[in-house]
């Protein structure tokens, strides 16, 4: 199927909202997606890094404090 969005009359927030409109649409069937195989080598490298005390886990409130921070 051809589908075609008019995306050069649309604005940014057209563009975000048709953007969660077909994530929220892919999120109620998750089994139908496949992650690639690259997902799986990124999560086990982080899993490295953590067993080797090279990285760590973060809770959430700690993530958004170090957000807050750079972005300020």
């Given at each position: 199927m051809e589908f075609a969005l008019p995306l050069?009359?649309?604005?940014v927030a057209d563009k975000l909202r048709v953007m969660?409109?077909?994530w929220?649409?892919?999120a109620r069937n998750p089994d139908q997606i496949?992650?690639?195989p690259w997902h799986e080598?990124?999560?086990?490298?982080?899993?490295?890094?953590i067993?080797?005390?090279?990285?760590?886990y973060l809770s959430l409130?700690?993530?958004?404090?170090?957000i807050?921070?750079?972005i300020q």
């Open positions: 050069d009359r649309m604005t969660e409109v077909l929220d649409d892919l496949q992650s690639p080598e990124v999560l086990d490298e982080r899993r490295r890094q067993e080797e005390g090279r990285a760590k409130e700690e993530f958004r404090r170090n807050e921070k750079e």
